[in-house]
Every structure is written in C-alpha cells, then in structure tokens.
DNA sequence: GTCAGTTTAAAACGCTTGTTTGAATTTTGA
DNA sequence: TCAAAATTCAAACAAGCGTTTTAAACTGAC
C-alpha cells in the first residue's frame, strides 16, 4: 500500500535535507522525490519552513520520549539512589545511536539532526531549544544527582561536547573516509567505540580552571573527582 | 589605511557566512557589509563558490601549519622517541582552540569551519579533503607510533569523535546556552574544559567489540587498554 | 446519481539569486 | 603627461525560488 501525499512528502524531504541541506533542497525536489504536485506541499504544510519543522518534530518528538523513557526506566530500577553516570549517558546516546541505525528512515534523520544542531537559522534554533527543554532539564537533574560535585555548568560543557562527538559520530561518516578507510557499517560496533569515548570524556578529571597557560598536572590522582 | 577590496569582500564574507551559514549569505549581503560594488566579488574571485574557497583557504593553511609546527616542535623535543598521547592532541585542538580565542577574525572563522565540517555540499567536501589530507596523515602516524597497539581505524573514530566536540565547543555555544546559563568569556577555561574532555575520551578503554545485545562475531579481538 | 469536501493538477506570480555587461573612473608605468 | 591597464559602477540578465491561483479530479455519505 502506498503511502499518502503527505508522508511520501516528509520522506522525501527528509532524505534530500540529509543529502543537499535544508536551504538546497527545493520544493520541486521534494515534490519530485515523492511523486507529488508542487503545490502538494504548501497545500499539505502551509510553507517550507512548516515542512522543515515537520519532518523534526515527526522523529525528535519520539527521540526524546525515548530517552526520557530509558531515564525513567533506570531511575526507577534504582529506587531513589543516583543513576550511575553511565546509564545517564546510555538513556541520551544510546537510543540517539540507536535510531541512527535505524535503516528505516531514522538513519538518514539523524544525519540530518546532528548536522542541524548548529545551524544559525534563527526558527530552527528556537524550534529545537523548545523540543529539547524538557529532556534536558531531565538529564542535567539526574546528572546532578549522580554527581553533585561536578559543577552544573561543567556538566552542561561536557555535555556540549559529547553532542558533539555524537553529531558527528552519525553524520560524519563520509568526512572520516576521506582520511582513511574506515567500517561503520555496523551500528553495534559503532555504538561500543562512541559509548567508550564518551564515558572517558565524562569522566575525565575536572580542569584545573586556573587562567594556567603554562603545564598542567598530566595526571591527577586516582580519585575520582569527575566522575 | 583601509584595506583594499578583494580583503574587505573576505572579511566581510566571513563574519556572514558564520551569522546565517553559506547558503542564506547573499553577494547582495557581502558587498553591502564591505562597502563595495555587487560585481566586485565576481570581478576580484570570479565566482560566489571561489570566495567560499578563499575565505577558507585563507585561515586554514595557515592553521594546518601551525599544527604541524606545533607537531615537529613535539617531534623535535622527542628526539625520536614516541610523543604523548596529550602532546599530539595538544598540537592539533589547541592550535585550534588558540585560533578560535583569537577575537581578530580567528574566532568567528572557526565557528564556521566546525559548522561546515559535516556539510554535504560536494565542492566544500572535496576542498577540505584536500586542505586536510597532509596534516591528518602526519597526526595518524604520529599518534600509531605513540600508541601502536591501538588500531588505525579505532584511532581515526577517536580522533573524528574529538574533532565533533571542539567544533560544538566553538561553534555551539549558543546552542549551549538555550539550556542553560554558561560563560564562555575565557577562552582559556575553555581549552582546559575541553583538553580534559578529549584527552579523557581518547584514553578510554577500547570498546570490547563484542556486541552485547546480540551474539555476533567481532572483528577484531583486542582486550589490550587504549593509551 | 448527486453533491459537498478533500486532494491533485497546471500555470503563473512576484521576488531574489548569481552573473554579466559596457561604460566611467582610478591607478599605473614610462 | 598620457595612453594603457586595472578597478569600480549602475544596470540589466536569465534562472530558479517559494508561493498563489484557479480549475479539474477524486472521495465518501446520502
């Protein structure tokens, strides 16, 4: 059975943003792409900006009632004692990775996400400030619990970065074959080598936050200060 | 003394470029910020794709450079003896992180590389491709003969994973600051964030490359610790 | 079969884009 | 000083954009 107008119009469109970027991507590639009448899509959406913010909300609104889900899972096997760090960053990344290797769409949304992250258009930025509110606050709550000596802004820092070695993790794939032959065709594998960073970098030793341009300790002690 | 026009075009282009990306900067836009005619980027460059080229090629040779000065002056303290995992990521993020702080075009110049990165358009791919391709092999070699237990391809996944946060830890800070109050005033504070961060991250364990959820072969069978 | 409501179709709209033109102006070198 | 080269300028170009319009083709309930 053939999909309607409407959903052939956001599959579409989600794998030419994912293939040329939002602004390169037409209508009359869309429209083209899902068989469907150029007018289809302001008929269906109302503009190209609605469509943009469609094809996010269909995926990101169900990524973050997962990851919220894998965090309510874990809080409530723990029974009120702080989550590990790891399973914190399990409930965000690891159902991000895993909707990556969703070869059913998903794959190719999360190349798009991770790429749009930091786009400065001014209405997807707030668009995904709104979508993201409340995972986040959910995330950094758990996280301060689990580790209340980490500053929460140092958190947020880390938690920047490990957005960051995700976005690429997904959509850069073709940028890291340019520098060598590499093998992400299993998600699996993939999952384990990003997971591994992660958790290293989250745990890593708090920067001595001293204006110190000069050496630095290599190596700190033992305790577990970070994480 | 005022610069001359084809300096004006790139200065200009380039703060444009980082406030609404390549694509929605219009040569309308440019020439109006430089004060000069709308044919004049035509005139000087030839083409609107030439002066994303030379806006490029302008900072980033010359960042390339650095990194591998940074890296021969490792090489050359070493003595022929294997550097420190942190001293080559020293040589390679914190040149970087030095240019991003540098609030004389530097800074707004790195916020637009770590956003273009990942971008798919075919003619940017290539040019970093090229502009990379030396100093990404020195890196590569001089970090297998650090580490030589650590696989190539794991190496490269790292380093990819790395080059994803500091170009969140640039270019995102905006984004950061939807969800929460940061300060990214000091760039210092930053460098130590993020050096601890990565370095955190690339001497994490190697993934055990065994699947968890499901038994399936892994390619390679190493146990041995990274770093 | 009829008819309202929904969806598709083809064509054109106004506007912006990058680029080109050809003349005016400034700069250069002998 | 003066011609030649380099640069700037205003204006226009064709092409492509998102959007709108108007009519035709469906769809399901009665």
Redesign the interface.
């Known amino acids: 059975m053939e999909p309607d107008t409407r959903t052939r119009i956001l599959d579409a469109a989600e794998k030419l943003f994912?293939?040329?970027?939002l602004?390169?991507t037409t209508l009359r590639m869309i429209t083209a792409g899902a068989q469907a009448n150029l007018a289809a899509v302001n008929y269906h959406f109302g503009s190209k900006e609605a469509l943009i913010e469609a094809v996010f909300r269909r995926r990101l609104t169900w990524l973050n009632e997962q990851r919220i889900a894998a965090l309510d899972a874990f809080e409530a096997e723990a029974k009120g004692a702080p989550l590990k760090p790891r399973q914190i960053v399990e409930a965000f990344f690891g159902v991000a990775i895993r909707m990556a290797a969703d070869k059913g769409g998903g794959q190719s949304f999360m190349r798009l996400l991770?790429?749009t992250?930091?786009?400065?258009?001014d209405f997807i930025?707030t668009f995904?400030?709104e979508e993201?509110a409340e995972v986040?606050a959910r995330f950094?709550a758990a996280f301060f619990k689990a580790l209340p000596d980490v500053p929460?802004?140092?958190f947020?820092?880390?938690?920047?970065?490990?957005?960051?070695?995700?976005?690429?993790?997904i959509?850069?794939a073709?940028?890291?074959r340019?520098?060598?032959?590499?093998?992400d065709s299993?998600p699996?594998?993939?999952?384990?080598?990003?997971?591994?960073?992660?958790?290293?970098?989250?745990?890593?030793?708090?920067?001595?936050?001293l204006?110190?341009?000069q050496a630095?300790p290599?190596k700190k002690p033992r305790t577990r200060k970070?994480a």
């Open positions: 994912v293939a040329h970027g602004d390169a991770g790429r992250y930091t786009e400065p258009t930025r995904l400030a993201y986040i950094n929460q802004e140092e947020l820092w880390r938690f920047h970065f490990m957005m960051g070695a995700l976005s690429y993790a959509s850069g073709d940028a890291l340019l520098l060598g032959p590499v093998d299993d699996d594998v993939l999952y384990a080598r990003l997971m591994s960073f992660l958790i290293g970098g989250l745990r890593a030793p708090l920067p001595a936050l204006p110190a341009s630095k290599a970070a």
